[in-house]
Every structure is written in C-alpha cells, then in structure tokens.
C-alpha cells in the first residue's frame, strides 16, 4: 500500500499541474515593487469576512502566489482551513484551491496515516520498522549465500522457483541502499506531529518566556512590518511562512515568522523568529533543534524531492523494483509453504530420522 501509493506522490507537483487549473499570477518583474502584505492581508479578508488569518505561506515552485490559510478563529485546527491564493505582485485575490479534493492529497492521507490521524501515523510507524528489520535480517540470512554466486547472477537450467529467488535477490541487493533511506525516512515522518510538539512545549515555550501568558492582541501589529523585521535579522534568509498570533506554531501574542535558506539543502531548513503582535518588536530567534531539522530534512528526501525530475525518476524506479521485491517475495513464500504442506515428512524430520 505504502509503495503503490507513494509512486504517484512522487510527482504530485506535476499531477496537481496536469489535473487542476488555476488562475494564473502576474509575472515577478524585477526591481517592481510587490503588493505590502498588508494589502494582501486585507483583500484576503474581504474574500471571508469575519474569519481570521493563520498562516501566510510563499510555495517555491510558484513565487508569483502567495497562499493565505483562513480559520474560523485564532486557535482552530488549521486542518479546517479554507486556503486562498492571492497576487504577489497585485495583491489580489486569485483562487480558492480545492486542496482537499485532490487525488494528491488523499492519496497523502493514505500513504501517511490512513484517515486515522495520529493512531494512523504510528501504526505505520511501526510497520516502518517491521519492515526495515526486515531489510536487515534478509541481508543477514541471504548474504552469505550470494557470496558464493557474481553478483546478478540468474541460475540457468534451475528450476522456475529457483530463477524467481535469483530475481528477488537482485533486485534486493539493487534497491536496498533506497529502501533503508526511504523507509527511515519514512518511519521518522510518522513522528512529525510528536516532535512538533516536543518543539512546541521546548524550544518555542522559552523563546515566548514571560509573554506565554499574554492574550492575543486586539488589533495586531503591520504584518508586513514584522517580515520586514525578521529580513533584517536574518539577511542572508527568505521567509518560508507566517504563522499568527493563537495558531499551533506560534504563541498567543506573537507572529512567528519561519526563514529558510536559499540552497537546496538550507531552503528545507527553518528558523523561527518571533515577533511581538502588539507593537512590533523583536522577541527572539533560534535555530531550530536538531530533531526538528532532521525532520525538515527528511521530508523532501522521502519523496525525492530535492533533485528535479530526474531524481523523481530515479526514485519512481526504485519504487518500482521495491514492488517487485515484495512481489516476488510473496510469491516464494507461498510456493515454499505449499510445497511444505504437501511434504509434511521433511518439514518433522522424519526422512533424518530414517536415514539415522
């Protein structure tokens, strides 16, 4: 399941571009000013009158948007979200994506915690780890035996079962490299909502400090004035999100603006930098923990998402060989129990005992 349905994952930027259409944003010129995100707060609000603003969040592979997730209040689950697209250039508005409805995001849903939420995510957190001892026995148990043959041989003139145990140890050894990646991976993504927590009650619980018990301001201060702020505290950084005062990765009276790096690797990494709500100032900024940036690390990694095409490509055959493997392995498993069941004698020991 977790292998059929994280081939097409693999390319969910391109099926999410083939399969839905949408309104397409003013082109970045450079050296033109973009709409203050004041305006873009604004117009956003005018869309859902009486909600309120989450998070404010710039997509890599769209620059000319800018994605406004809206709540019904401060504090619900942003799961609940209606996200807007607006302008970056312009500042208005452009589209309500219908996220949610997309074969991408309920093909994630599946992949990562099967519609059951956090109890989904650890149980295959667990099969995760099942499989990759798995991984790890079959290494141990067939190693030795494949020292004796060059590597990919396939036993002409043996029998049917035997070539098919041939083809399954090729491709084991082929994509085992990947499937210990993957499957780390993987097995550390299921934990995410428990090390954001960690992170929550940790490292954010002290950069708040004293202002943890203040109230969300009634009017809050320019959003555009405490990105501003956080660039200059960090120059060399681009601003990933915005999370608002009273929603899950900030405090209840303060913007935490989350900057990330601009190479491949450093764009996956974050760094808070919280700003005070009420007027403004700068509260505090710290680099993340390393559990935290293990995570951010190991998310675009399980998809194969870090090269471009070619290394989607690489990774979607990998995935498929892996499907192969786990094929193959059901096959001989049960053509070996099969044969047990008709040959009860050598399964008891009694043609040793025989012969003794």
Request: aromatic fraction near 8%; include cysteine; proline fraction near 6%.
């Amino acid at each position: 399941m977790l292998c059929i349905t994280g081939l097409p994952l693999i390319f969910h930027h391109e099926i999410d571009e083939f399969l839905y259409e949408e309104t397409k944003a003013t082109a970045i010129i450079p050296g033109r000013p973009l709409a203050s995100l004041d305006v873009i707060e604004k117009n956003a609000l005018a869309v859902l009158p009486g909600a309120f603003i989450q998070f404010l969040l710039w997509d890599r592979d769209e620059p000319e948007a800018l994605l406004v997730s809206i709540a019904k209040s401060p504090d619900a689950d942003f799961r609940d979200n209606r996200d807007l697209r607006m302008d970056v250039t312009t500042g208005a508005y452009l589209d309500e994506p219908d996220i949610r409805g997309r074969l991408t995001y309920v093909l994630l849903r599946l992949h990562t915690e099967m519609f059951l939420g956090l109890p989904g995510k650890l149980f295959l957190g667990v099969m995760g780890v099942l499989f990759l001892i798995a991984v790890v026995s079959g290494v141990v148990v067939y190693g030795p035996a494949m020292r004796k043959m060059s590597f990919g041989t396939i036993r002409k003139g043996r029998s049917k079962l035997a070539k098919w145990f041939d083809v399954h140890n090729l491709l084991g050894a082929v994509t085992i490299l990947w499937v210990l990646v993957v499957g780390s991976t993987g097995v550390l993504n299921t934990c995410a909502d428990l090390l954001i927590k960690a992170w929550q009650y940790g490292q954010l619980a002290e950069m708040v400090g004293e202002h943890g018990g203040r109230p969300r301001p009634a009017k809050l201060a320019s959003v555009e004035a405490a990105v501003a702020t956080a660039r200059a505290r960090l120059p060399n950084m681009t601003p990933s999100f915005v999370a608002y005062p009273g929603s899950v990765f900030s405090s209840r009276s303060h913007y935490a603006i989350f900057m990330r790096g601009n190479e491949p690797v450093t764009s996956r990494l974050l760094k808070p930098v919280l700003i005070d709500a009420s007027d403004g100032s700068f509260t505090d900024t710290r680099d993340m923990p390393w559990y935290v940036q293990t995570l951010l690390l190991s998310q675009p990694l399980h998809f194969g998402d870090y090269g471009g095409t070619p290394l989607k490509i690489v990774w979607a055959v990998l995935d498929v060989f892996t499907i192969m493997v786990l094929v193959t392995g059901l096959y001989l498993s049960g053509k070996r129990r099969s044969a047990r069941v008709r040959r009860p004698e050598r399964v008891l020991g009694v043609e040793r005992v025989g012969e003794a």
